[in-house]
């Protein structure tokens, strides 16, 4: 089957894709990145399977959300459903090194802290940390809780997740997510009432950046969405902030990396060279959608900068990490950026 699969790639699907990528392919930066959901040590076991066929395909980088999916020993209260231990990890690592394929993972910060009715281990052991205390019953009317980012407390234990990780994955680099951060600055937040939106967030990024950066001297990535002001440009709420925190983008370091995603297709991608212009490392982002990964792929490659990283496609669920190698937006986006 795996030979079957390399067969159809070299003399079907490859000459297809590469005829809409231009000469400038090898001039291009090339981090051919995959990002997946790891919650669980069955996903981190069925990941580690499927490295070096993925490697194979072209992909160098793989952003592993880890979240409360690790058996943290600094904080066992925190630790999910399942959770992958340190061999399960250390095995996914080896992996990875032995198709030099670089692991980052990711520990989603602020924002989403519940999915649907369920909070996670943090606001559910720590529920003094929520920005909403006692707010909306079993999550209703809203999309996703959120942490405090005033609350004293709160980076202690934090900031111990993100110690263990950087160990045990022996990382020189971590995603801090912060995406669709909806609940911030709420008026029912004893510390947040009342203040500038758009300096809690950036607060939140410059603690999370003081420990990895500064402490760690690692790199830091970060979701661009909440950054991006949904007034100047028309994304909508989601891949845009309208809720105030996009003034935050002045107020952060420029060495931190922007993974800025977009789903839908669209004929212009403004974010892009927004943060490219700001001084930021960017790192498009695309979903399941073939065509939009295509248009997005083709925007963001017009712009010869070295700032301009290559491409990271997301996965959300749209296909087991076992069907992963047959994913087309990934082999679209991995091709074009060899």
Same mark, same amino acid.
């Given at each position: 089957?795996?030979?079957?699969?390399?067969?159809?790639?070299?003399?079907?699907?490859?000459?297809?894709?590469?005829?809409?990528?231009?000469?400038?392919?090898?001039?291009?930066?090339?981090?051919?990145?995959?990002?997946?959901?790891?919650?669980?040590?069955?996903?981190?076991?069925?990941?580690? !399977?499927?490295?070096?066929?993925?490697?194979?395909?072209?992909?160098?980088?793989?952003?592993?959300?880890?979240?409360?999916?690790?058996?943290?020993?600094?904080?066992?209260?925190?630790?999910?459903?399942?959770?992958?231990?340190?061999?399960?990890?250390?095995?996914?690592?080896?992996?990875?090194?032995?198709?030099?394929?670089?692991?980052?993972?990711?520990?989603?910060?602020?924002?989403?802290?519940?999915?649907?009715?369920?909070?996670?281990?943090?606001?559910?052991?720590?529920?003094?940390?929520?920005?909403?205390?006692?707010?909306?019953?079993?999550?209703?009317?809203?999309?996703?809780?959120?942490?405090?980012?005033?609350?004293?407390?709160?980076?202690? *234990?934090?900031?111990?997740?993100?110690? !263990?990780?950087?160990?045990?994955?022996?990382?020189?680099?971590?995603?801090?997510?912060?995406? !669709?951060?909806?609940? *911030?600055?709420?008026?029912?937040?004893?510390?947040?009432?009342?203040?500038?939106?758009?300096?809690?967030?950036?607060?939140?990024?410059?603690?999370?950046?003081?420990?990895?950066?500064?402490?760690?001297? *690692?790199?830091?990535?970060?979701?661009?969405?909440?950054?991006?002001?949904?007034?100047?440009?028309?994304?909508?709420?989601?891949?845009?902030?309208?809720?105030?925190?996009?003034?935050?983008?002045?107020?952060?370091?420029?060495?931190?990396?922007?993974?800025?995603?977009?789903?839908?297709?669209?004929?212009?991608?403004?974010?892009?060279?927004?943060?490219?212009?700001?001084?930021?490392?960017?790192?498009?982002?695309?979903?399941?959608?073939?065509?939009?990964?295509?248009?997005?792929?083709?925007?963001?490659?017009?712009?010869?900068?070295?700032?301009?990283?290559?491409?990271?496609?997301?996965?959300?669920?749209?296909?087991? *990490?076992?069907?992963?190698?047959?994913?087309?937006?990934?082999?679209?986006?991995?091709?074009?950026?060899?």
């Amino acid at each position: 089957m795996k030979n079957f699969l390399s067969c159809l790639l070299v003399t079907c699907i490859l000459p297809f894709f590469c005829a809409s990528c231009t000469a400038s392919v090898q001039k291009s930066p090339n981090w051919r990145g995959l990002h997946v959901l790891m919650t669980t040590q069955d996903k981190t076991q069925e990941l580690t !399977e499927v490295v070096g066929d993925l490697a194979k395909l072209g992909v160098n980088v793989i952003i592993a959300e880890i979240n409360y999916g690790y058996e943290y020993e600094s904080h066992p209260e925190l630790r999910g459903k399942n959770p992958s231990k340190r061999e399960h990890i250390k095995r996914l690592l080896g992996e990875c090194r032995k198709h030099n394929v670089r692991l980052i993972p990711q520990f989603q910060c602020l924002g989403h802290q519940s999915w649907r009715e369920n909070v996670f281990p943090l606001l559910v052991k720590y529920p003094q940390f929520d920005e909403t205390l006692g707010q909306y019953d079993k999550n209703e009317q809203i999309y996703c809780r959120s942490w405090c980012p005033l609350h004293p407390q709160v980076n202690r *234990i934090v900031f111990d997740l993100m110690d !263990e990780l950087i160990f045990v994955f022996e990382a020189d680099a971590l995603h801090v997510g912060m995406d !669709e951060v909806f609940l *911030i600055g709420e008026d029912s937040c004893p510390r947040c009432k009342g203040q500038n939106k758009a300096k809690l967030f950036a607060k939140a990024v410059n603690d999370y950046h003081d420990r990895l950066v500064k402490k760690h001297k *690692i790199e830091m990535l970060m979701w661009g969405d909440r950054l991006i002001n949904a007034g100047k440009i028309n994304y909508g709420k989601w891949e845009a902030s309208a809720n105030g925190t996009a003034g935050a983008i002045n107020m952060i370091p420029k060495d931190i990396i922007i993974c800025d995603w977009h789903y839908e297709k669209r004929d212009t991608y403004e974010s892009i060279p927004m943060f490219l212009k700001k001084g930021f490392r960017v790192w498009p982002t695309g979903w399941k959608k073939l065509e939009a990964t295509k248009a997005l792929v083709e925007y963001s490659r017009r712009f010869e900068n070295s700032r301009m990283l290559g491409h990271l496609n997301t996965t959300w669920g749209a296909v087991p *990490i076992k069907d992963l190698t047959k994913f087309e937006p990934i082999l679209y986006a991995t091709i074009c950026f060899r």
